[in-house]
């Protein structure tokens, strides 16, 4: 098999700084093994047969693990000076444990037999939830997001993807829809710190890497929507973040053909006092963009450097540092576009010729320092204080001459496929010079005190925001030799023409107060209910945000957990918000309004001796002054004001467990419709002489004889995607672990869409369905199984290695992010669509030590 690249030069370089970080590693671990120990054995089933690529780790963490070798002896090196449990575990065995506490630099010899067993602890099992359940949050194994296979290179984003309720259909973004919001309408907290992500970014391609980096994270949790008061001020879902706090020197390296991560984690000698981690990473997607209807230089180079630093001052006291710089640069210089669109029966090819560029830049820092107080064991007191600056750049000057053809359908022609007949030719010019720097500052108290079974949250904030934009960019399109729209031969009209500038200075406060109290012995009840309330100074508006969500346990022989939540849920508007169509600034849009309902319930059960659970949830959301919005890939472009309202319903499902013994799979499936109706929306239905509804483009006779007022009713949002199905699936060879695979499976129907400068109801339109299926191949060629002799030598320090070959779009489907609209001189339009990545294979290296 033959891969071609047209540019490869980023390929070795990549390979080469996983290499250098290899080497690296030696002079590192010095510093390690002065506070450490060794244990090493033999691990055996029943008949004492020894086991190979039995597992062997300290319980707690993440890194400090080995496997057996082909005569199932191991040797595991652990700190030393502390009691620790050692955890063996082999696929179809139960675990067992040894507990061990060791001087520094002793050797201890610990031989273990395995016995299968149902109730000894497995690598997956649904009471390790951190999470309550059914307490609004979903949790979500973060190991997942190094193993999950997407094009995007983030993880944790794709493991939100295949949740119930979430809907996306580009692969090339980290952003996603939840039961009909869009991309605005969602939190993200890492370590309780607000995240913001790009203004200006309109496209997939351009935006690079999302700020979770999952070589850090230690919890993901996740709701879709009734979610508690302490989560700020959006209408549709919270993913709450929580990075890794170390106990031990550890780290991971990665390269692929999309780029290159490294991470480095430890703590100090003296009790954990101090603790740093560091991860830092580059993504290039030019060779995923290469297979792109539109092809020419493609020169994307996204990086990025994060830190997370804690240190105890004292018992009571503890202050931490997370911080984060970005720089994603986007540089193409287009040189043709070949897209094949339409049916057999009218096959049509949009063929373009490119002259310029187009050069983004995003570059943003977010840097929070927290200061937290624990005066007694149930009282904790935080302080927070951050800054999150943005300098983004996106100009483009690009010409195309495009040629709209007639493609020859003849299956015995020798030209099938091939332009018939030519069915118009022109040139469009698009042109942007779009500079915007926001910066944002915050200062924040959160509380938490417990007392019993019960515990009381409450929170305040301030935060200024100094945003300022200047735009300018327009559209123009010649076709046949006729400005479009059409317009005397002195008049050139420009389409989509916005030059404005505009500055914002402004003020939030906000606060919440909750409680959440635990009831019963048997049947147990957990209620938390809150209220939360916020100000800005630019509208001048104060909104107040109920909030409640209940969980009964009944004391039933079979494991039910019943949920309901409800409150209302405001967004006050952002910049984004507050721009029009024409890019005019409006300072008197108010907060959206969505008041949630939700019932739901979880059922864990057990089927071949393996834990399952089934989960299911229905939804209904009332939708009031509404700010409508049309969308292009991920731009989203408000009109400014609250016209609208409307309303989302729908229900979820998910079924999760061990579907192959010891590893975790899923299904989910959501139905759901989401509608809205904007005020004093009318139009008028137009007749010619011969009693015929004008249609532009389609009716010859055009001139108006009578016209008939019509009201709209309400018609889909954007992000009405009816039915979504996602399936993650994972699996390995049983008698060789070390070779594993997953499969990630997305699918979901279209969403509306209709043609340009049109009104929001003309979205009638669907998408074609998205259908996209990534899988992964795996190796452990150091690690479990591995029969590579890493006690000496150079590998000696890592803790695993493995090597993947990932395939992007298995089936190789033309999936539809967006339409180019082509107009001719007799007004006729042809929607021809903007097609994403095709099949792509993508090998990848990864290494812990």
Known sequence: ??????????????????????????????????????????????????????????????????????????????????????????????ASF???????????????????????????????????????????????AGIITGPSGNGVEE????????????ELSSQYNVRGGNFDENLLYVNDIEIHRPFLINSGQQE???????????????????????????????????????IEFAGSASASLLGETFSLEGSSANGHRFTYLIGAREKTSQYLLSSLDTKGDYKPRFTDVQAYLTYDISDKWEIDFLG?????????????????????????????????????????????????????????????????????????????????????????????????????????????????????????????????????QW??????????????????????????????????????????SHNLNSNRVNGYVQNKWEFGELTKIVLSAGVRASYWDVDNQTVVSPRANLTIKPHWKKDFVFRAASGIYYQPPFFRELIDLEGNLHTDVKAQQSIHFVVGSDYQFRIWNRPFKFTSEAYYKILNNIDPYFIDDVRIRYFGNNSAKGFAEGIDFRINGEFVPNIESWASLSIMQTRETIANNIYYDNYNSDGQLIIPGQTLNTTVD???????????????????LSIFFQDYLPRYPSYKMNLNLVFGTGFPFGPPNSERFMDAFRMPFYRRVDVGFSKQIIGQGSKLNVHKGLFSHL????????????????????????EDASGIKYAVPNYLTARQVNAKLSIKF
Do not use: C
């Not at 493991?159 to 580009?170: A, E, R």
């Not at 690079?208 to 001020?233: E, K, T």
């Open 1 to 94: 098999m033959t891969f071609f690249i047209k540019d490869s030069q980023f390929l070795p370089i990549g390979f080469r700084k996983l290499l250098f970080i290899i080497f690296a590693l030696s002079s590192l671990k010095l510093s390690a093994q002065v506070n450490s120990a060794i244990i090493y054995g033999t691990v055996s089933d029943s008949l004492s047969k020894p086991l190979v690529g039995a597992t062997i780790s300290l319980l707690g963490s993440n890194t400090i693990a080995t496997a057996t070798d082909s005569l199932g002896k191991y040797e595991l090196t652990i700190p030393a000076n502390r009691t620790d449990t050692i955890v063996y575990s082999y696929v179809g065995l139960g």
């Open 98 to 144: 040894s507990i061990i506490n060791s001087g520094a630099k002793q050797k201890t010899k610990l031989d273990k037999k395995l016995f299968f067993s149902s109730t000894n602890l497995k690598p997956f099992d649904f009471t390790a939830d951190k999470v309550p359940r059914g307490g609004g949050m979903t949790p979500v194994n973060p190991k997942l």
């Open 159 to 170: 493991l939100i993807k295949t949740l119930p309720g979430v809907t996306s259909n580009n």
């Open 324 to 456: 984060n710089y970005s720089q994603n640069v986007y540089n193409v210089v287009p040189s043709n576009r070949l897209t094949a669109f339409g049916t057999f029966n009218e096959a049509l090819g949009f063929q373009v010729y490119f002259n310029g560029q187009e050069l983004d830049s995003y570059q943003s820092i977010t840097g929070a320092v927290s200061l937290i107080y624990h005066p007694t064991e149930h009282l904790k007191l935080k302080f927070i204080t951050s800054e999150y600056n943005s300098v983004e750049d996106e100009t483009y000057d690009i010409e195309g001459q495009f040629y709209l053809n007639q493609l020859n359908t003849n299956l015995g022609s020798s030209q099938f496929g091939n332009a018939a007949f030519n069915l118009g030719v022109g040139t469009f010019i698009n042109h942007a010079r779009d500079y915007l720097n926001a910066n944002v500052y915050n200062f924040e108290h959160k509380g938490y005190y417990t007392y019993g079974k019960n515990e009381l």
């Open 459 to 500: 929170g305040a904030g301030y935060q200024r925001e100094i945003i300022s934009d200047n735009i300018n960019e327009w559209n123009y399109v010649d076709s046949a030799g006729y400005s479009i729209p059409i317009q005397p031969d002195t008049v050139i009209t420009l389409q989509n023409a916005i030059n404005t």
């Open 799 to 822: 803790k695993s290695m493995w090597i993947s070959l990932e395939v992007f779009n298995l089936l190789d489907v033309n999936n539809t992010i967006s339409y180019t609209w082509i």
């Open 706 to 724: 009578s016209s008939v007022k019509r009201t709209v009713g309400s018609f889909p949002r954007p992000a009405d995607q009816r039915i979504s």
């Open 208 to 246: 690079g890497l999302s700020f979770i980096n999952s070589d850090m994270v230690s919890d993901v949790s996740f709701s879709a929507g009734g979610f508690d008061a302490s989560y700020g001020d959006k209408m549709s879902s919270v993913l709450d973040i929580k990075y890794k706090r170390p």
